[in-house]
């Protein structure tokens, strides 16, 4: 599964995005660092406003720049692409790394068929004939399994169902063999088979073209079934980061385990009401200075008013004052004994 000695691809150090607005310059990712190596699919999990498309979009430099105040440093390939010329990045853009954007409709414009889309992006890219990239089209479209490729590349996207859609906004960014692919819940928008579908479709191109994924999600049932690691996002910082493996099996900080205790179980009945995380998160303009998950934290201490310390092991650390003393019993009170919690 994971590729411990495949190179960096992506390095994000000491990300900072701030905002100006009507009520002064709020901060909506604070300190963000991780990297992604060539092949691993890392998900990004939280609940909305964690800061997650604020992250990417900072990332590949798509936010507004009147507005967007964008410190730390990102590399790609060793080379920093922060703060690089609208031309550069967008040949990096669709070149390296290619976005499968939150809303489909964002990537596809409803005036030309998803055929026409996909060749055009194709020829943006390569010296190839027009007829070439329309053939690149409908094998791309098959690809992500489309049935009836040839079919589907003549419609318009609203003649698409919304899981025939998010396989099209694939197909597009695949059209490059893109090194990173960068998707956005890509299956929010989806019913449960169909999400489940377009997983495998992830899972099958790092097999196939040995993408690495940076999957963003709310959902750790998602998480848990198709990433090689992951970071738990709160309030504009990761507040935890390890191995799938490790970090379901021996989560440390109390939003992952309230994150966990909300997962829907796959076989038995559903329950009545799934455990949900009390209260609300925070947004840029009420940020505690300190642990932002502390006013939901029914762990919660004075010192937790100051910015958390991070408890470390190898491959993973998570910013909380619990210690690894006090972890388990906590930890039990919301997903019982450890080993019920993997
Ligand atoms: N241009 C902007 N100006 C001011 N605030 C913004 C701007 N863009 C985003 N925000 C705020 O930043 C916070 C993080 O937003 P972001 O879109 O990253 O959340 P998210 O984790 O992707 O949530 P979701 O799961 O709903 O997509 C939110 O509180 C949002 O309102
Ligand atoms: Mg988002």
């Known amino acids: 599964m994971t590729t411990p000695l495949a190179p960096v691809l992506l390095d994000v150090a000491g990300l900072s995005v701030s905002f100006a ?5 709020v901060t909506a990712v604070d300190d963000v660092s991780f ?3 060539s092949g691993e699919i890392l998900a990004i999990v939280g609940e909305s406003g964690s800061g997650k498309t ?5 990332i590949l430099g798509l936010n507004d720049p009147r507005t967007t105040f964008v410190d730390g440093s990102v590399t790609f390939r060793g080379r920093p692409i922060l703060g690089l010329p609208d031309r550069d990045l967008r040949r990096i853009r669709g070149k390296d790394i290619a976005l499968i954007s939150q809303d489909p409709m964002t990537a596809l414009t409803p005036v030309h068929t998803i055929g026409w889309q996909i060749a055009e992006q194709i020829r943006a890219h390569e010296a190839i004939s027009r007829a070439g990239a329309a053939r690149r089209a409908v094998e791309l479209l098959a690809e992500v399994g489309l049935a009836n490729p040839a079919e589907a ?3 318009y996207p609203h003649q698409l169902s919304g899981g025939m859609r998010q396989r099209a906004v694939i197909a597009m960014a695949l059209s490059c063999n893109p090194a990173l692919l960068v998707a956005d819940e890509p299956t929010t ?16 191109l790092r097999k196939d073209f040995g993408s690495a994924i940076i999957l963003i999600t709310h959902d750790m049932g998602v998480v848990a079934e198709v990433a090689d690691r992951v970071n738990v996002m709160y309030a504009g910082r990761i507040i935890e980061r390890g191995t799938t493996e490790r970090l379901f ?6 939003y992952t385990w309230g994150l966990i205790a909300s997962i829907p179980p796959l076989d038995g009945p559903r329950p009545h009401r799934l455990a949900a995380i009390p209260g609300m998160p925070p947004t840029p303009e009420t940020m505690p200075a300190g642990c932002g998950f502390a ?6 201490l004075p010192r937790c008013a100051a910015r958390p310390p991070v408890q470390r092991a190898p491959g993973r650390s998570a910013l909380c004052v619990i210690g690894p003393e ?12 450890l080993g019920d919690a993997a």
């Open 21 to 25: 607005t009507d009520r002064g310059r």
């Open 35 to 37: 990297s992604v190596r």
């Open 54 to 58: 604020v992250t990417l979009m900072s």
């Open 249 to 254: 099996a021996d989560p440390w900080h109390p």
């Open 326 to 337: 006090d972890r388990a019993p906590r930890r039990a009170e919301i997903l019982g004994p």
């Open 189 to 204: 928008a989806l019913d449960v088979t169909v999400q489940a579908q377009v997983l495998d479709l992830l899972m099958k």
């Open 295 to 300: 006013p939901r934290c029914r762990f919660a």
């Open 153 to 155: 590349a003549g419609r």
